[in-house]
């Protein structure tokens, strides 16, 4: 009997999602649950699947499919991912017909709240299309729906996370400790303040850092800049994904196992006193989900510099006693 598996998202099999922060890590999933597929063949073939691999952190589950089908199923293209590209969000509807959603890639970073591997489309979504394909104009996959807040997985790193499922049985990650936006996403007249104030045009601004993590250890704090990763320039954190993943996959090719460490070389502006810098951090090669939690640390007075608040709408965080600060209505956090 021909075997085949199944991608799809894990929401398909959660149970429970107590919290709107992904990063706290407290959403829990039903694996024994039982998942039914149903083919769109002259027969409408229901069959029941078994779950293979399913990760926390990317959402992603994999399901083991035997069936006799006789219908050959083509296997999809895929193409990389573009901000702005017109695309098409394929889904069903409660009767399994067809629904069909058309809009564009939005130029906009995941919230405080979501992950970083999230891209966003504006168009409103069908909510049963969860796990549906995006596809562009060409009929190349450009991701898949993953949120119901029009948010998707790119293909680049879908196909990333599934390379390592084949070639280790698990989805490795490296945890950084922190949460990010891009710079390269904010609206202009932003970007041309942090020009000018910082003398950075592109990187990840530093949203957060985990209590107790390598950054934090290192003088990393909220506000900082990170520009480059092992001397590679990082505009937003679907590259910064790619990277982990890249760096994972190279190391465990090595030899190297779950659990053992990485040494990363970080480009960085530290907001605090206006330097830039290279710091060299040791993180963890893991398979389990990247938790982030708020992080307390002083900040002395000679740490800090004076904001230039001139303006009123630029306020560059120079010392904070939490690597926390307020959030706007969206769940972003507002550095400048």
């Known amino acids: 009997?021909?075997?085949?598996?199944?991608?799809?998202?894990?929401?398909?099999?959660?149970?429970?999602?107590?919290?709107?922060?992904?990063?706290?890590?407290?959403?829990?999933?039903?694996?024994?649950?039982?998942?039914?597929?149903?083919?769109?063949?002259?027969?409408?073939?229901?069959?029941?699947?078994?779950?293979?691999?399913?990760?926390k952190h990317y959402n992603l589950a994999l399901f083991k499919i035997s069936t006799n089908l006789s219908a050959q199923i083509q296997m999809p293209s895929f193409?990389?991912?573009?901000?702005?590209?017109?695309v098409f969000v394929l889904g069903r509807d409660e009767d399994r017909n067809l629904t069909i959603d058309h809009g564009n890639v939005v130029c906009k970073?995941?919230?405080?709240?979501k992950r970083h591997h999230y891209m966003f489309i504006s168009c409103d979504t069908n909510r049963l299309g969860i796990g549906g394909p995006v596809i562009n104009l060409g009929g190349q996959v450009a991701g898949m729906v993953s949120l119901p807040e029009k948010a998707f997985i790119p293909s680049s790193i879908i196909l990333k996370c599934l390379q390592m499922w084949k070639s280790f049985n698990y989805i490795p990650r490296l945890h950084v400790g922190m949460k990010f936006s891009a710079i390269g996403l904010l609206d202009l007249p932003q970007r041309e303040k942090v020009s000018c104030k910082c003398d950075v045009d592109d990187g990840l601004i530093v949203k957060q850092v985990s209590e107790g993590s390598v950054a934090e250890k290192l003088g990393v704090r909220c506000g900082d800049i990170i520009k480059s990763c092992n001397g590679e320039n990082?505009?937003?954190?679907?590259e910064l994904e790619n990277f982990l993943l890249d760096m994972c996959k190279k190391h465990l090719d090595g030899g190297n196992?779950?659990?053992?460490?990485?040494?990363?070389s970080i480009g960085i502006f530290h907001v605090r006193n206006g330097s830039h810098g290279t710091i060299k951090m040791t993180v963890n090669v893991s398979d389990d989900v990247e938790v982030i939690t708020k992080g307390i640390c002083p900040v002395t007075a000679a740490d800090c510099t004076?904001?230039?608040?001139?303006?009123?709408?630029?306020?560059v965080i120079q010392g904070e006693s939490h690597h926390e600060i307020a959030d706007d209505e969206d769940g972003d956090i507002d550095f400048f």
């Open 1 to 55: 009997m021909p075997i085949g598996t199944i991608l799809t998202s894990a929401l398909v099999i959660q149970s429970k999602s107590p919290s709107i922060d992904e990063w706290l890590a407290t959403d829990e999933y039903a694996p024994h649950a039982e998942v039914r597929v149903h083919f769109m063949d002259k027969t409408d073939t229901t069959v029941v699947v078994d779950l293979l691999h399913y990760d």
């Open 234 to 238: 990082i505009y937003t954190t679907i």
């Open 109 to 113: 970073g995941p919230s405080i709240f």
């Open 257 to 264: 196992s779950i659990g053992s460490s990485v040494d990363l």
């Open 306 to 315: 004076v904001a230039d608040d001139d303006d009123d709408d630029f306020v």
């Open 79 to 86: 193409t990389n991912e573009q901000f702005a590209e017109e």
